[in-house]
């Protein structure tokens, strides 16, 4: 078990969007297509095969690859794909989430999936949080809302308390900066 979620930066992700923006699903079904995410060296991290397939209505897109775990066996997985009526008018194309568990579909349409564990899953799925969730500080908002709160954490004894409060005046100083006009 992890003592810490995933944050969806670190982990490969495939947006229905970029292959919607690349043509992917105005290809005639069995066109075959792929993804390559390279690292910063641009040595190659993963290449995913995929093609539509199955009905033209409601079709799927077939993904294959070769995990990077020394397995050499390709994994095949297939993702349905399904619409989200837009307000104004048009369906925009979505996943439909494979799921965790038993290869049962979470029912959520989502616009990525991310690879979690050799499985392309939703966020919920995937128990994943954004790196700037990780990284937010409740304790730090409570003194910037509440400044006599401020006020006396900054004139602490206690060393933890102060610094607390350098770093809530220091995010402050940082937020007010970010929102003025010169």
Known sequence: MRDRKA???ELLAL???DLSRAGVFKAPHGTLCNCVW???SDRE???????LEGNPAAPSLRLKYV???GNSAPTSTI???GSLRCHLGGAKRMFLCPGKANDCPCGRLVQKLYLVEERWLCRSCGDLTYLARRKHDKRKDRLMRDPLALLAA???DDVRQRLLGLGAFAEATTRSKKYTRH
């Open 79 to 81: 993702i349905e794909l």
């Open 154 to 156: 900054l004139n602490s």
């Open 45 to 51: 991290v993963l290449r995913v095969d995929f093609w």
């Open 38 to 40: 390279s690292d910063g």
């Open 7 to 9: 944050a969806v930066e």
């Open 67 to 69: 995990s990077d775990n």
């Open 15 to 17: 947006n229905v969007h």
